[in-house]
């Protein structure tokens, strides 16, 4: 009984090592995650909606965020949020792509 108790101990200090604790800052973008999408889901459709942008960070991973089509400001659990990365910004609307390489 005590090796199982020890045993999942040790298990639990490795998984908790590997978790990467999500924390958001004023003014960042993020994506929102759709929970309702899982019963009607398309195949091709995303649950992740956004970007919006955090207002503030309340403790216990609350954040606000507003939508910046329209402003709305509402409170959502930071569970639900993930860092959004622009790849494409408005001054560089275009991708250059070079010559394939081909290896014998």
């Not at 001054?91 to 250059?96: A, G, L, P, V």
């Amino acid at each position: 009984m005590m090796h199982m108790k020890i045993h999942k101990a040790r298990i639990k200090k490795f998984h908790d090592k590997k978790i990467l604790r999500k924390t958001f800052n004023g003014g960042q973008k993020v994506l929102l995650y759709n929970s309702r999408l899982h019963l009607f889901t398309g195949k091709l459709r995303s649950r992740w909606s956004g970007p919006f942008i955090v207002k503030h960070v309340y403790s216990y991973r609350a954040c606000d965020i507003e939508n910046p089509k329209n402003g709305n400001v509402f409170k959502v659990n930071g569970r639900r949020l993930k860092a959004y990365f622009d790849n494409f910004s408005v001054e560089n609307d275009s991708i250059q792509l070079g010559d394939p390489v081909y290896k014998d």
